[in-house]
């Protein structure tokens, strides 16, 4: 049956665990192609996985966990595929869950991780930041924005691939992505190993860009959900300016102006942004037909 999957493997210096990992894929995917893109590893990651007989892709140098996504689809065939990390969190049979789950008829299954699953109270922490906020831009519930291990059709995945970061970022833009362009997305829910090795996500530097990521996609999902807020901050304060100064000194001063004059130009730029985005996507929905 997994004979239209392709899973994906992003690895860098990961020979501690992608051995034991591949023998599972191998178990439980028998039909499934299989492809291993070493991202710039300095230990024997490209070695071990070449030995399990499935592709591998070595990038010269570390481009990035989003890199090596792309990397790897652009080489799929079949209607089906599967991400997942090679640090020893993900298991094979937690996937075969997310891909039987696909096939009743959603375009992107992510596996949802539980507390235990967290590196850290403060990834935890992050993460449920991350998640209310991408839930309130997209309108819809978002588990687990930042997870890994997800099932996607080929043909929609492939559509977003410009927009994926080379970084560890592509989860965020692809969940978003696929919401505002009207896919079905679902979640799974399942457990995760404590991770084998020293992580590669710095929780500061990786953090602020991941909040930038979704400011990013926010604008391009629902410009207006971004700019109406921030028009209405300086609307507020331009009218509260005024009271005060009508107040106490009965005159409208230049303040006053500057700030009501920008809320009114925030709120146009979201309305334009709000067209191009709708432009965009429906220009997209007219290439794939």
Sequence with gaps: MSKDLTIILPAKNEANTIGLLLDQLVEKFPLATVIVVNDGSSDDTGVIA??????????????????AIKTGTRQVRTQWIATMDADGQHQAQDLMLLYKKAQQGFDMVVGARNKQGQASIFRLMANKFYNTLAS???????????SGMRVVRTDCFRRFLYLFPNGFSYPTTSTMAFFRAGY????????????????????FRDGARFLLIIFKVGTLYSPLKLFTPISLVFFVLGLAYYGYTFSFYSRFTNMSALLLITSVLIFLIGIVS?????????KGDVEDE
């Design 50 to 67: 070449k030995q399990h007989g499935v592709s591998v892709i070595s990038h010269p140098y570390c481009k990035g966990n989003g890199a």
């Design 136 to 146: 309130w831009i997209t309108g819809h519930k978002i588990q687990d924005l930042t």
């Design 184 to 203: 079905s997305v679902t979640y799974q829910n399942i457990d995760v190993k404590k991770r084998v090795g020293k992580s590669h996500i710095k929780m």
């Design 274 to 282: 709000e067209q191009i985005t709708v432009l965009q996507y429906s």
